[in-house]
């Protein structure tokens, strides 16, 4: 998953924080990493936890940010459980209180509880993946790892991460455990430790009033896995599920973390549709399609063009991945997919873009086209007007535009995208011109 442009904000006592936010619509879900962890921009990066941060953001909005001291933060030592407090704090208020999940993963579990049971207003949800139970009766194979880096800081962390990660050759790596060496400064690391040395689980939770959902993976140690029971245990209002499969590379396991955090939420679950309040489903509809592809095909011959068509292919399915879109069937040279809310739509398409534009191939030009309405559907298709409006808006598109509706434009209203009126266009089959706009991108 690309990293979006670093935002900062200020905390009360003036440190700068550094944050980051995927996507606009609600709910949002409010990550705090575990420690060691890097820089969220670094950890967007690493191909291990891409199905984890995939799934948080299938079921809204992801905002993570990193504390004082670290990454791109401020670099000026914690003092203590309060300035990490703090740096929550500021950057829930950008957000405000309504629709914001936290989610503590590891470590990070003991601080979204604190903020939690403090902070009964700011947040809808608690969300706590593989807690520890407290600061001082850390997991064995952590009390270990961490006795090595306060020995030996750099080959600590150094060891972690070249055991934790499994992607690339070893020379890769090792790279990237150098990068979480410098994005985590000894004394910053020290400090995060020792701030959550006295907070404790079972004194945290009965004290959060709002609903509570513990998640455990099941590739974790029995030790692991009992301390998230018990911590299921410690107040009302709680779930406790176990998740299958590898956290670090099973895209099964992403698909099944973002089901039951959805279904923790009260949202629909995977591929179901988004009803309205008089009982229609409204949908995002966009087609893809390979820019002059019959003259392409002349020019570069038979095998040559099926290599841009899969080339299309595994760039838009990655981003319909990534943005919630569910994939309707392959036009022959574009793709059809659906969305339950615009903003996804829109955050894809650009993701194809980039996606494109990354490979650098003048070959290659993709027209995306969208358009909103009620479809009917039948038989693992959609059909009707909506349908038929955004193929012909794609008709309208050059080789990387986005065009879209209005009516996709007034769904985000208010929201962070850019869009340009074009000359209304005579669409066939619709007898009034439809106003058109392009999409830049999106206002980080």
Known sequence: MDAPDCSYTTTLDGARIAYWTIGSEPPLLLHLSDVPTPSFATMLREPTYGPYFEALRGAGSLASFDFRGVG?????????IEDF????????????STDVVLVGAGIGTLIAAEFAARNPDCISHLVLFAPQFS??????ALTDMFDLVRRNYSLGIESFWQMVVQWGSESDVRAFARQAVRDIPQESFMAYLDAVRDSDLSQLLPQVTKPKLILAPADHTVTRLQTAQDAAHLASDTRFHVLQGDVRISADYGRELRSVILDFIGLPADGASVHRDDGTTLRTIMFTDLAASTATTQRLGDAAAQDLVRAHNEIVRTALAAHDGHEIKHTGDGIMAWFPAASNGLECAQTIQR????????????KIGLNAGE??????DLYGTAVQIAARVTDQAGAGEIVCTNVVRELVAGKAYLFSEREPASLKGVEEP???FNVSQAVR
């Not at 407090?85 to 405000?96: K, N, P, Q, T």
């Open 85 to 96: 407090l703090a740096d929550l704090s500021a950057v829930v208020e950008l957000h405000g």
């Open 355 to 366: 996606g494109v534009s990354d490979l650098a191939n003048p070959d290659l030009g993709v």
């Open 72 to 80: 791109l933060s401020q670099r000026v030592t914690p003092a203590g």
């Open 375 to 380: 479809p009917i559907a039948e038989e693992d």
């Open 135 to 140: 600061g001082t009766a850390l997991d064995p």
């Open 434 to 436: 439809v106003r058109l």
